[in-house]
Nanobody
């Protein structure tokens, strides 16, 4: 399973970005699809999660500003980020739990940089 993330970039504080992450390869189904982020020297933290039945949860720091969604037909997860703040400047990673013929595994995308200028 390969994950291709896109959509990062530079934006001014208060602006918006949308991240996308598409899964491809051999798998039967995808369960949870998440977005994590990691600042230098810090642990990777969960930003948002969406399950296969559409349930979502968010980190307190992004509630009301970020929205996670998925297009199951395209095996793609999105993260709409609004009202961006300089402290949102980190690398974002998509994460997928997929069921393959070998079993259930987790996969990480390559990371996409988001930079919010003040």
């Amino acid at each position: 399973v390969q994950l291709q993330a896109s959509g990062g970039g530079l934006v001014e504080a208060g602006g918006s970005l949308r991240l996308s992450c598409a899964a491809s390869g051999s798998f039967f189904s995808i369960n949870a699809m998440d977005w994590y982020r990691q600042a230098p020297g810090k642990q990777r933290e969960l930003v948002a999660r969406i399950t296969s039945d559409g349930n979502t949860n968010y980190a307190d720091s992004v509630k009301g500003r970020f929205t996670i969604a998925r297009d199951s037909a395209k095996n793609t997860v999105y993260l709409q980020m609004n009202s961006l703040k300089p402290e949102d400047t980190v690398v974002y990673y998509c994460y997928v739990e997929a069921r393959t013929y070998r079993g259930q595994y987790i996969y990480w995308g390559q990371g996409t940089q988001v930079t919010v200028s003040s």
